[in-house]
Nanobody
Framework: QVQLSESGGGSVQSGDSLTLSCVAS?????????MGWFRQAPGKEREVVAS???????TIANSFKGRFTLSEDNNKNTLSLIMTHLTPEDTAMYFC??????????????????WGQGTQVTVSS
């Protein structure tokens, strides 16, 4: 069974940086499937933040380019979301997700079927 576990959330000040990590375990997901980071703020729809294709191609959604980056540790099956220059608008629950039925163009995959429990990020001004 695929399991995704996020960590690294917390409360920070505006302008701060934060790194979220997602560890994938179970049937081989890392390196063979789409993986992504999403977020959902209260009262708003979930939105994609970044994705990782099976071949290591990393894509940051346009809204986050210049501030967010992805980093991966293949040996630890870990995908990290590095967030900088955080603002209160970045306050949300952040989720890691995987989708084995797709391997590339992961930023465009409409549905991910495996999700972590989420990690809360709160940015105060």
């Amino acid at each position: 069974q695929v399991q995704l576990s996020e960590s690294g959330g917390g409360s920070v000040q505006s302008g701060d940086s934060l790194t979220l990590s997602c560890v994938a375990s179970g049937p081989r997901i890392y390196g063979t499937s789409c993986m992504g980071w999403f977020r959902q703020a209260p009262g708003k729809e979930r939105e994609v933040v970044a994705s990782l294709d099976f071949d290591g191609t990393k894509t940051i959604a346009n809204s986050f380019k210049g501030r967010f980056t992805l980093s991966e540790d293949n040996n630890k099956n870990t995908l990290s979301l590095i967030m900088t220059h955080l603002t209160p608008e970045d306050t949300a629950m952040y989720f890691c997700a995987a989708e084995p039925s797709h391997r590339e163009w992961c930023i465009l995959v409409p549905e991910y079927n495996y999700w972590g429990q989420g990690t809360q990020v709160t940015v105060s001004s």
